[in-house]
């Protein structure tokens, strides 16, 4: 059974740091594209950060101030979030993508983050 399990989100001020992690398990980590997106009440989710074999990417919004990272044998990929704002306000949703014969596509339940003063 395919599972993935976000935590480290919070309620944090303006120019604060969270770490989220997100833990896989029941599939091979290591062969994984792995992201994180984001969704804010009323948008749409949208594409946060990515790690895809050595490289990453980012959305314009965080660069410099996110940074993904993936310790396979751990089975855990990390969001590292800096200068935090109060538009970084989202629910937190981890991805695992694998594109084979088929398109193999997970995601975790979510963990919410909120900056505020």
């Known amino acids: 059974q395919v599972q993935l399990v976000e935590s480290g989100g919070g309620l944090v001020q303006p120019g604060e740091s969270l770490r989220l992690s997100c833990v896989g398990s029941g599939f091979t980590f290591s062969r994984y594209a792995m992201a994180w997106y984001r969704q804010a009440p009323g948008k749409e989710r949208e594409l946060v950060a990515s790690?895809?074999?050595?490289?990453?990417s980012y959305a314009d919004s965080v660069k410099a101030r996110f940074t993904i990272s993936r310790a396979n044998a751990a089975n855990t990929v990390y969001l590292q979030m800096n200068s935090l704002k109060p538009e970084d306000t989202a629910v937190y949703y981890c991805?695992?993508?694998?594109?084979?014969?088929?398109?193999?596509?997970?995601w975790g339940q979510g963990t919410q983050v909120t900056v505020s003063s």
């Open positions: 790690s895809i074999g050595g490289s990453t």
């Open positions: 991805n695992a993508r694998w594109a084979a014969l088929r398109v193999y596509d997970y």
